[in-house]
Each structure stands twice: as C-alpha cells, then as structure tokens.
C-alpha cells in the first residue's frame, strides 16, 4: 500500500458524490462565496456546508471567513494524491506508448523544420 493510501481515501470519498464534484467544478473556475455555491442546488444551506466540510477535511478546498461571509477555494494539490495514484496504476506499455508518441512528435517536428 501506497504511503499516502488513507489521503488517496478520504479524496476518493470526497468525490464520490455528485454534488461535491459539481462544487469542485464550480470552483475550479473562481473562489467562491458559499451563498454563491448553494444556489444551483435545491438543498437547506446546513446540508451544503456539510458537504463543503467533507471536502475540507478531504484536503481538497480550504475556506476562510470574512465576517459574515465565507469564501471558499480549491486547495492548490488538493487533487494531487488522486493523479499520482492513477499515474502509478499504468501499464508499462502505456507508458512506452507515451513515450512513443512524444517521440514521433518530437521528430514530426525536427521534419518540418528542416
């Protein structure tokens, strides 16, 4: 098992739900005010926090409050623990097909130069 194997869980199980896909998305665009966030869904605002703590506690976004009003932002690496593991579940003939392709670019390239 992988070292970051119960971070890796708790981001898996973060979005595992729509709606917490749906408010990464969301914010993959901009920060966001959590009033903001809780306007596409027909849910009470105690469920929406609760679904923005999950994340949080994820790693996934981070939140800070202003008075009254809380911003909340996707986590610069917050999604990084995902991308590694599926990195290292590739086949090793995925990776030299990768390879490959790079290289025909990359000659491709010099071709058109010269």
Same mark, same amino acid.
């Given at each position: 098992m992988p070292k970051y $194997? =119960? /971070? %890796? =869980?708790?981001v898996l199980r973060a979005l595992a739900d729509p709606t917490r896909r749906a408010v990464v998305e969301r914010l993959a665009r901009s920060p966001a005010v959590v009033s903001e966030l809780a306007a596409p869904f027909s849910m009470a605002l105690p469920s929406l926090m609760q679904h923005l703590r999950v994340l949080e506690s994820a790693g996934i976004i981070s939140s800070q409050k202003d008075g009254r009003v809380r911003t909340v932002t996707l986590r610069p690496g917050g999604l990084d623990v995902? $991308? %590694?593991w599926l990195d290292e579940q590739r086949t090793p003939a /995925?990776?030299?097909a990768d390879r490959l392709g790079i290289h025909l670019t990359r000659t491709t390239r010099r071709e058109r130069l010269t």
């Open positions: $194997h =119960d /971070e %890796l =869980d708790a995902v $991308h %590694l /995925e990776r030299q």
